[in-house]
């Protein structure tokens, strides 16, 4: 965020203008792994840390399993942008791993879209 940005607090979350955001930035790393969303075979799609591949086989930390999202057009666009909306997500809750054997595609997130995915809200039944 740029040194001058007037930063905009309402019912206590902070806002800032968009265009003083990097929306590109590369999410942050944890030890060395990127955060990625990965789309499996037939497993589905699981966003958090991408800790080893061997080929098709993929091992992801801090794991959750994307079951539902609305608010982004694809998985690039959630990859990037994140979701806007995130109450109708259903994003279950994080695993501390899980190897995914059918790895189809694997996309870099932002920074912006990891945030995103992280805050939506566990959903369970």
Not at 97 to 103: C, F, G, P, R, V
């Amino acid at each position: 965020m740029k040194a001058d940005v007037k930063v905009v607090e309402i019912n206590g979350v902070e806002y800032v203008p968009k265009d003083s955001v990097n929306t590109q930035q590369k999410a942050e790393e944890l030890d060395g792994m990127e955060y990625v969303i990965v789309r499996t075979y037939s497993a589905g799609v699981f966003a958090g840390f991408l800790a080893k591949r061997n080929g098709k086989e993929v091992t992801v930390k801090q794991a959750r399993r994307l079951w539902y999202w609305k608010g982004a057009a694809s998985l690039s666009q959630l990859a990037t942008d994140g979701t806007s909306c995130p109450s109708e997500c259903k994003f279950p809750c994080a695993v501390e791993s899980i190897d995914l054997t059918e790895a189809i595609e694997i996309l870099s997130c932002t920074e912006i879209a990891k945030n995103s995915i992280k805050e939506v809200k566990t959903w369970e039944q």
